[in-house]
């Protein structure tokens, strides 16, 4: 050993001296402990913030309050910072070092804030988040001496706190004269929902006067919560026969009945009937609710319609209730409110009825649907359409195929639409053929909804068969649908070119044709342009009408040369509009290659009512070469200057930032010729 002590002498001797200053630099620091605090306390007077965070100001915090000298050191400035009505941040950040520390010192400090003002409130708050009993004593024993707005929220938090130990100190605080401190120890004894606490809040609850028992109740009703979620069902169901014991108001009672159910070791369902038999008529509609909570296991619900003192606005109530719940015991009181005489009560036992219909049952619904109206009717078919299963289905299409009844018939149909039964077609097919007209219209509807391709050759037959023409728009329109199904883009419409092929009356030409142009397939034009030159004017006309809404210009030049060359009015009219819009609406079209064909349009318009559909068109392409050819037009005085001028300003804003000078130049043009005011003022 003493030759290690000579070999390494420098080396220990540094170390000596290494330790020698640690120590005293420590002390040096230590005996700094009001100055440190100062220093702190000043950064923490002056941060917004309640997530600040610092290292330094951390560890001094734990210093202080591990060392009682320190303590006595820091003492006089911590508590004339926390005396402040500011700072409520660092107060804040303060307090939650305190907490981590979780040192006895920093415990009973927090605690002797709690006698402070300013700083109580938010000392109660940290703790209050800090778990184990010594917190809970050191709030019991601080309570004395805590600032008096604090003492409440002392006995509340010991209840969120579910402190069992605190009961007997609670307790003695129910019935206070400051009816604050007595309403925070109920509510806390309610939160706590042990037995103790049951025990004292039912003794207050016997002993209270009406006015005082309400909270009583809730804290009883809060107990028995937290009761049964310890399992402690049969101690909880005492609590509930306490408070209905002193006829308490209509929803403590109603919650009360509730848990009374729910924690029974008997049947729940017999106590619910016992209620609602002794229950007063004002308090019944609350009950019925109850109904809902059953076990759903119970399918029983008819013993609850025969009652005794139940009124018929309860019972329609109950059936809604029970029918939700497929309760189908219920049906024979829900028949004998079919045809009460109150509609709501009708309308209840309709919607009930449709929830508990099997199949056997569609016959009545569909009947209901024929001969009822309003929300009745509206009910009654509902209950057809949403009830599941494929036999519902294939009951409604054996109905529909062989019902003689003409107005159920149409329900049938009705329901083969809305349930979307593809199987459907042929049926309505022959359906469609009925000799009512109301079968025959509900069969052209729902044929629009389940038909397919393959109807179509005979939807087009029964269309081109009918004489009534609201028969026809139904049938049109179906054909159109029917047509479409795979897409708007995708038209099947070989079954209609076929027909029109080979059918020679002119009329019913004329029909297809329209239905062509209405499905705008462009593999159709070809023939819809083979009837523009037909010498028959009725068929020249149906092409034309066909293609007024066609998606581009690809019907241009037939339609321009019908323009030109007929001198038949209708022709030339129909033919100028179909060609004005298809120029305007092709968008493979640029605004001066729509202003080009349009002045030809405006040219050869047969009067002033077409000048101004064409005027009407060119207002709408914002292009300089539009706007030349409608100052062009203003020369002309059998033109109509006002839609020319409205025109004009509706296009100049755009052209205005796209070129002014030319635009400016084109409207002084127009100015020769016009005294509009609105026009001068874009020229100045």
Do not use: C
Not at 375 to 382: D, M, P, S, T, V
Not at 390 to 411: C, H, P, R, T
Not at 533 to 556: M, V, Y
Not at 625 to 644: C, G, I, V
């Amino acid at each position: 050993m003493y030759q290690f002590i000579l070999k390494n002498k420098r080396l220990l001797i540094s170390l000596f001296l290494v330790l020698i200053f640690s120590v005293a630099g420590q002390a040096n620091q230590n005996e700094n402990i009001p100055q440190r605090t100062a220093e702190m306390l000043r950064t923490l007077e002056s941060i917004e913030r309640v997530d600040f965070q610092s290292d330094e100001s951390g560890s001094l915090i734990q210093e202080i309050f591990s060392n009682k000298k320190y303590q006595k050191q820091a003492g006089p400035m911590l508590n004339e910072f926390f005396l402040s009505e500011k700072n409520f941040a660092g107060k804040r950040y303060f307090m939650n070092e305190l907490k981590k520390a979780g040192t006895p010192a920093a415990m009973n400090y927090l605690a002797e804030l709690l006698t402070i003002d300013p700083s109580a409130e938010l000392a109660l708050m940290t703790l209050q988040g800090i778990p184990g009993e010594s917190v809970n004593k050191l709030l019991r024993n601080s309570f004395s001496k805590a600032s008096p707005k604090i003492k409440p929220g002392i006995i509340s938090a010991l209840g969120l706190r579910k402190d069992e130990s605190s009961v007997s100190f609670i307790s003695k605080f129910i019935g206070d004269e400051d009816p604050v401190i007595s309403g925070a120890a109920v509510s806390a004894l309610g939160k706590i929902g042990t037995s103790k606490a049951s025990d004292v809040l039912t003794k207050a609850l016997k002993s209270a006067g009406l006015k005082d028992q309400f909270p009583l109740m809730e804290a009883l009703l809060e107990n028995a919560e937290q009761l049964v979620s310890d399992n402690q069902s049969g101690r909880a169901n005492e609590l509930y026969y306490t408070v209905l014991a002193v006829n308490p108001p209509e929803m403590i009672a109603l919650a009360a009945i509730k848990g009374k159910m729910n924690t029974t070791s008997g049947n729940a369902v017999d106590i619910l009937k016992e209620e609602l038999i002794s229950a007063p008529d004002e308090f019944k509609p609350r009950l019925v609710d109850l109904v809902r909570t059953l076990p759903e296991s119970y399918l029983s619900g008819q013993e609850f319609l025969q009652l005794p003192g139940i009124p018929d606005n309860e019972k329609a109530r109950m059936m809604v209730v029970l029918s939700d719940r497929n309760d189908k015991s219920i049906f024979n009181e829900v028949l004998q409110f079919l045809d009460h005489e109150e509609p709501l009560y009708r309308e209840s036992a309709i919607s009930s009825l449709s929830k508990i219909a099997g199949v056997e049952n569609i016959p009545l619904l569909a009947e209901l649907a024929s001969v009822r109206s309003g929300k009745e009717q509206e009910l009654a078919r509902e209950g057809i359409y949403r009830l599941p299963g494929q036999d519902i289905d294939s009951f409604i299409l054996q109905k529909a195929a062989g019902s003689e009844n003409e107005s159920l018939l149409v329900e049938y149909i009705k329901a083969i639409g809305e349930r979307d039964i593809s199987s459907a077609g042929q049926v309505l097919v022959r359906t469609a053929n009925n000799e009512n007209q109301d079968v025959r219209l509900e069969s052209y509807r729902t044929l629009a909804k389940v038909g397919t391709s393959d109807h179509l050759g005979e939807m087009i037959n029964l269309l081109l068969k009918t004489g009534n023409s609201r028969e026809r728009q139904e049938l049109e329109r179906a054909v159109v649908l029917v047509s479409t199904k795979e897409g708007p883009e995708k038209p099947i419409t070989n079954e209609i070119v076929t027909w029109l092929n080979k059918t020679p009356e002119t009329d019913k030409k004329a029909i297809l044709i329209s239905v062509l142009g209405s499905l705008k397939n462009p593999d159709d034009l070809n023939v819809l342009q083979t009837y523009l030159g037909s010498e028959d004017t009725d068929l020249q006309l149906s092409a034309i009408r066909a293609l007024l809404e066609w998606p581009n210009a690809g019907p241009a030049a037939e339609l321009k040369e019908i323009i030109g060359k007929s001198d038949d009015l209708r022709i030339k009219t129909l033919a100028l509009r179909g060609f004005t819009r298809i120029i305007s609406n092709d968008e493979s079209f640029s605004d001066e290659k729509k202003a080009q064909e349009l002045s030809f349009a405006m040219i050869h318009a047969p009067n002033v009512n077409e000048k101004k559909l064409v005027i009407s068109a060119f207002g709408k392409i914002h292009s300089n070469e539009s706007l030349r050819l409608l100052a062009d037009q203003m020369a002309d005085d059998e033109n109509p200057r006002a839609e020319l001028e409205a025109a004009i300003l509706n296009m100049t804003p755009e052209l205005i930032k796209q070129d002014r000078e030319h635009t400016i130049e084109q409207l002084k043009r127009v100015m020769e010729y016009s005294d509009n005011d609105e026009i001068r003022k874009w020229t100045e």
